[in-house]
């Protein structure tokens, strides 16, 4: 097989790799510091996505630009969201958790699907086609940019949790929530700011795919279920772990379809779940706590 | 005596009123229909509602529907389907049940349509399907079924001709690239069939999921294949995603491109990179076709413009069409017959063969349409037919996005 075309594999593999781990840590960020899966999780990566297009559509803002506000955005979303709503829950019965946020879930797509309508959307910027070459190979610019958004945003999270003392107040939390309390952080505040994070960073990942693939409002369930196999791959609240299992599960996804087919795209993450939980059920990095 | 009169005084009332009720009713048919409104779907349903709503509404405006001396309306009831076939049929059964609803327009999809289908045969309704053209829908033996689509698996066949015979650039090579469901499989195997037939090569041949985030890979493994054409069949979502991540990769090959490039968004979304990708269609606003309810091909489009903002794609044009075919159909029975029943309708739909803005309707004895497909082209200005040449309008343009220029 020609060398060129595993490594643009490489390249597709490690660009949707590197928005299956913003998504995911979020995720995974939610899941390990207060017990909770954010079944709605997709929802705001989808409407992180829209927020991008329509600044682009309508005020011509420069997708990655759009970042900017997208960010502190959905954070403050997360955190209200969390503090006046799920807070109400949080302690309850996990089942009832995954409902509620199933059922946030279906709201949110719904609201998108009346505001939005079905359509597909698309960003075509003047740069969307434009390419280097690395010797042999054909690289596009803008999913280089996309992974370096998605290393540099990951990397800024993992410096915010071992160098803030917010940070090292929710690993605290995600450690042991009893002494945590007891050495006087407030636990409940500490949770709608983990959770607005978790939304934050996911919806890095949204407004990036958005960059690059038609967007619609039904999307969203799709990146949960990429999210939940990521996170038990990479270990619950594993930030470390969430990245390099995004980044796992794109390369899979790529190279089952070039050496195997197409077809086993949607597969290779089910098969990537049962395979860790048997092998490994704390995942790779699996730890107590947030890391 | 006096709680008599009381007693007589409210029959009367009674009776009147029943009476009055008889003499205000307007003479109505009713159509329905169960169609994606929302989903993955809902482009396509949204467009061909808009060519239901619009035939109806140009009919009972201008009183064309008459059995016999008297005037009849349309009346046309819709429900969402969500793109789930389990609903459709669902959807089709409360249609018939509860709405009383006798003449159904088909919904979109094959895979919708087979179930919705199966309740409408069982149930002695008629449909004409509207959004779906696998022949296995029509090899049922089922009577109350029509098409207005041909066989699915000609679409690409205009289009596989015209690469055929090009000179500059020579297309030997081809790559197909196909969504994994009933649909598409079905265009493909149509499409293969054609292309072998042509004596073309078929250097990469990839089936993908529905719901696909990235197909860079298919692509760059086709563009490694050394593949000189693409052809691609898929709903519109995935159509979308193809044609973006092709101008991304830089992939400049002739494309066709089955369902997509016929809507006006793509040519909004994509702009100019839109120019010289191939789609088919049954019909274009460009045909010489005409009609006493909309005028022209050219004609019926601009009202669509007026009504709805947008030149008129396909789905719109089919729409109408669907309703228009009832209406001939009902007045055909009506003559024949003199009345209106799910029977009488059948037999007028099987013996149709009218001229209309959307060319001849007229179905085979399986119910599909007698017609086939155009290959139509994108270029600067809008969309053309550029095959077959009896019906082409401009000149085929074998070019690719203004970057690749």
Known sequence: ?291 | MKRFCVLTIISAVIFASTISDGWAKENVIRLGAAISLSGKLAQEGTSTVKGFELAVKTINERGLLKLGNEAYKLDLKVYDDEGNAHTCAKLVEKLIAEDKIDYILGPYSTTITLPASTITEKNHRVMIVVGASVISIFTRGYKYLFGLYPDAKTSADPTLELFSISKNPRIKKLAFLTQNDIFAQYLREGAVEKAKAQGFEIVSDQTHPTEALDLSTELRKAQAAGMEALIQSSHFNNAYLVYKQMLELGIRVPTFLNVGPIFPRFRQDFGDAADYVFTAAVWHESMKTKCSVFGTASEFSEIVKKTYGHPADYMNGIGSAGVLSFMYAFMDAYKKDGKITPDTVRDALARQDVQSFFGRIKYKPNGIRDASFLSIQLQPGGSFIVYPKEYATRNVVYSTSKAGN
């Not at chain 1, 939610?30 to 991008?52: D, K, P, R």
């Not at chain 1, 990245?243 to 390369?251: H, M, P, T």
């Not at chain 1, 949607?266 to 049962?274: E, G």
């Open chain 1, 1 to 291: 097989m020609d060398s060129i075309l595993i490594i643009q594999v490489l390249i597709a593999g490690l660009f949707i790799g590197g928005i299956y781990a913003c998504v995911s840590m979020g995720f995974s960020l939610i899941w390990g510091v207060s017990s909770f899966v954010n079944v709605a999780q997709g929802e705001f990566v989808m409407l992180s996505a829209f927020i991008t297009y329509w600044l682009f559509r309508l005020l011509h803002v420069d997708p990655f630009v759009s970042l900017i506000f997208v960010i502190p955005t959905m954070y403050f979303l997360g955190y209200y969201l969390e503090k006046y709503l799920i807070d109400k829950i949080i302690a309850v019965d996990p089942f009832i958790t995954i409902l509620f946020t199933f059922g946030l879930s279906l709201l949110i797509s719904n609201i998108a699907l009346r505001a939005f309508a079905p359509d597909i959307r698309v960003i075509i910027t003047s740069y969307s086609e434009a390419n280097i070459k690395v010797g042999r190979i054909p690289i596009p610019i803008i999913r280089m940019i996309i992974f370096l958004f998605a290393l540099t945003v990951s990397g800024a999270l993992f410096l915010f949790l071992k160098k803030t003392r917010i940070g090292n107040a929710i690993r605290a939390a995600s450690q042991n929530r009893k002494a945590a309390i007891t050495m006087g952080i407030d636990i409940r505040e500490i949770f709608a700011i983990t959770f607005g994070i978790g939304i934050a960073i996911t919806s890095v990942g949204g407004s990036l795919l958005a960059i690059v693939s038609p967007i619609n409002p039904l999307m969203g369930l799709s990146f949960v279920l990429k999210a939940f196999v990521v996170s038990v791959l990479g270990g619950v609240g594993s930030l470390r772990g969430a990245f390099i299992g995004g980044i796992v599960l794109g390369l899979c996804e790529n190279y089952s379809s070039l050496f195997l087919s197409s077809n086993f795209k949607n597969a290779i993450a089910a098969v990537i779940l049962v395979l860790i939980l048997i092998v490994r059920p704390k995942g790779i990095f699996g730890e107590r706590g947030v890391e």
